[in-house]
């Protein structure tokens, strides 16, 4: 995709001059609503405070209809792929995961429960053929080493 | 007795359904902060003359429901949701690599649903327990709230520097105040948005100078990969007992109930610490991912109910992150709900609901909250997820706040106003990014110079 306007804002990308647009539009549009709900209910409601409230009420809607306006206008930055989780790569992803968060005992080791869960998703296969080749790994090990106390204790339980 | 509850019937069905309705919708829009959304909307309810317990359920359904949908960007986008997701992040986003993602979805939604159920009655046994303090409370007030504000800035990701930062922060607002003070303009809400939206606002202004601009310049749009979607139940109404195992359930009970009672510390911290505290004791990985994403789902329900609930019902008072900050209309919203700074007398739903009231729309709110944003987020999750991030732009998202800031500004002191809503959004925005100085601190300084200031300043 072309564009040298893209910038990180709020932690998303936005297309500058997009940007501007959207501060004008959604700025005008909630103002504008507000300030003639303000006047038009200033003729009908006689107490200024609850006319005001109101107005509020429109105000908000105004945000609202702004944002419609610019989620019209301008096209969301963001490459949306679908259906690309790469299953080729799932032992990669375990080993990741087991140096991030170390594991105490297998697949065989889990309630019935969970270990037909893991079947229905097929995924079962994968972790056991992961923790076959990697038992006595490093990362499992390290990871055992550095649970502490904490994994003594659900070692006992 | 019944016969109040039934007259206010209808009233907290309908205010429940709206909030359910619309936070539901709220929730599926990631980066929606909980404050930045639920208490611009609670304060219009409670402004526009709702009754009391309307503007309850109105609240309590929103903030349940939204915590529920939030998990639908968080498991299926690998954005956040808001706030009180990103604790989750880092399990879903694993069991989105391992094909998984719908796994993640529900064992998050299973949990929350769980929880909220077990957090109303906890909640109210607890502030029934805590009443008989109230009265001390009430009159220890100012200083409690000191207490509470330093707690919390230490717990910050900022430990110390948040400390000291509160003082020159509680500066910056009482000098605020007496400004607007002497031009006749006295203000609240401006506050909490601007501390809410401060992360927005400094980064317009940011992206502005040139030098920061060209720092945040991206050569190519963010990526996301959709992940498939795949339902495994007959039916519309899943039930969640059947979605978490017996351990999961068991785990994300207790910790509903243990966060129920923590309501004075930061919500997400208690989301991470429950997490870690499961996380430890379960053996295999993979079980470990799907029971922490359970039980830390059930915490963000539960603490931000007890949040909630306890100070409010116990003391009317807003003694914790949750009350000072999302569901702040609800202690303080002048000229129908005010806390008197000098007294310690509170006007607000403390003294217009009653204890059997709390516990009953309670309970409804869960319930409806439950009704419409369960099923609606197991069964249309990823039509939903795929619709928001393909037709609502970031740009939207941003116009959207920047009319919430200038219709709030403006409605609630003018210009004034607006120009508050700004400068605080932008210090609280730069203390947060570079001193960890978050949002909940900030809450808690705005507490302190307007409870404590003036009772020390009486004091000399």
New interface residues.
Partial sequence: MRNDRLLEVWNDTVDGHHLIGSLIIGGAVSLGAFQAAEWLLGMFIDDPRMARTYAMLFGIIGCVVGGAICACLFRPKREVVEDTVDTENLQGVLAALYADYGSRGGVEDLPEAVRSELRELELEEAFLVYERDHVQGDAVALAEHDLGRAGREGVKS | MMDALLAQLPVALGMGIIGAVVFSAIGLI??SDETTTIA??TL?VV???VPPAGVYTFFLAGAVSKHMTHAVPTALLG?PGDTMATPMMREAN?L?????PH?ALRKMISGGVIAALIAVPVTVVFALLLAPFGGFVQHTAPYLFLIAALAIAYFSPGRWAAVLALGPFVLIIVALQNLTAAHGVKLGVSYFLGIAIG??IS??FL?LSPAE?AR?????????????DVK?WSGYFPNPLKVL???QASWTIGTAVASSLTFVFSPVAMTVIMGEVV???????????TTTLAVRNGVTESTYIAEALIPLMAFGLPLSPVAAGPAAPLFNAP?RFTVDSASGQVNNLHNLLGTWEFLIYGLLAVVLALLIAYPFSMNYARRAA?FV????????????????I???G??EGGLLGLLVVVTVGLVGGFLSRLLGFNIGVQFMGFYIAVLTVPALTALL
Avoid at chain 2, 96 to 100: K, M, P
Avoid at chain 2, 279 to 289: A, F
């Fill in positions: 990631s980066g611009p909307l219009l402004l526009i003359g954005i694993y989105r690599q391992l094909g998984v796994i992360p927005l980064d317009l992206v601009r945040r310049k991206r050569d190519r749009p963010a990526r996301f990969s959709l992940a498939p495994r195992d017996s351990r996380s430890s004791r379960i053996r295999h990985v993979y079980h470990r991912l000229p795929s991030s393909r037709n609502i732009s970031h740009e939207a998202i941003i116009g959207t706040f920047v009319g919430l200038l219709v709030i403006l409605w």
